[in-house]
């Protein structure tokens, strides 16, 4: 379904507009805005990253499923064609963004935070001169030569150098091995608070995930106590989405009773957008493997 428009089975096949933000596309080329007719549909293929098993690409489409559902796109169709992922969504202003959100992997990790650094500028420091582990003991000229950490080297038992969401923000985070995954999240909800007025994002932990979450907050809360007027970086956990640092607070308290609340930043709070979107994908769980959407397409009606 390449290439500029064609004819097949009475509909016309061209390409959507741009691509989606986030993802490697291949052969999609710009429409002119508002050219698309009524009963326009648009048609995602996402492949794998790497080779899957039957079964990985089953549990994709049954995430995939779910955070549709939850957007409430209706008259969509999800299918897998071998080892990709087809879905068929109803043309929409806002389709950019459900086909984001459907295919972003939502990787979730709560890390402890060894220490702050200066952005990246190049030039690159070399892998064997130093790791990511010693980076905190270096001068910040140093440490801005060492790369933020690339997507397929962010494992859970690694230690990281992920940017804040805030794009203003001048350092990157050195994050250590996580502590817990997305599984402790039974439901996740975007709200306003009442005291901040900013929105946030309300979390209630499973049973399980409370009791890891307390055990860890023990940790944070004894760093925080040695200096509650200037806590040192031990008392921080970070939640990490995907390659980014979403928040990163001193935990101050020792237990959290299964619920928690994640805000961003004062100088950059979470807009309404942000807020539902992380509420979404917390909620439907994470891919089991990421994807790149390797074809973007719009269908339309043959006249």
Known sequence: MRGASAVAGGVVVASLIG???????????????????????????????????????????????????????????????????????????????????????AQVYFRPVDCVVAPFTGPTTTVGTVIATKLCELGATRQAQYPSTPPFRDLGH?????????????????????????????????????????????????????????KYAVHHYLCYERRPQDPPYCAEQALELDGVVETAPNLEAAAYHGAAQISGSSSAPFTQQQAKDMALLLNYGELP??????????VTPAR
């Not at 990281?160 to 805030?166: C, Q, R, S």
């Open 158 to 214: 690694s230690t990281v150098v992920l940017p804040f969401y805030a794009r203003h923000a001048r350092y990157r985070y050195v994050l250590g091995p996580a502590e817990m995954s997305g599984s402790i999240i039974k439901a996740a909800t975007a709200a306003l608070d009442p005291f901040t007025k900013e929105w946030a994002i309300d979390v209630t932990m499973t049973p399980s995930g409370s009791a890891l979450f307390n």
């Open 289 to 298: 493997i990421r994807l790149v959407a390797a074809q973007i397409e719009t």
């Open 19 to 105: 691509g989606v933000a986030g993802f490697v596309t291949n052969g999609v080329t710009a429409r002119a805005a508002g050219s698309v007719p009524r009963g326009a549909r648009v048609i995602a293929v996402y492949k794998p990253s790497r080779p899957a098993s039957a079964g990985t690409i089953k549990e994709t489409e049954r995430v995939i499923e779910r955070r549709l559902k939850g957007l409430g796109v209706t008259g969509s169709m999800l299918y897998t064609k071998a080892t990709e992922v087809v879905v068929d969504l109803p043309y929409a202003k806002d389709d950019t963004q459900v086909l984001k959100l459907v295919g972003q992997r």
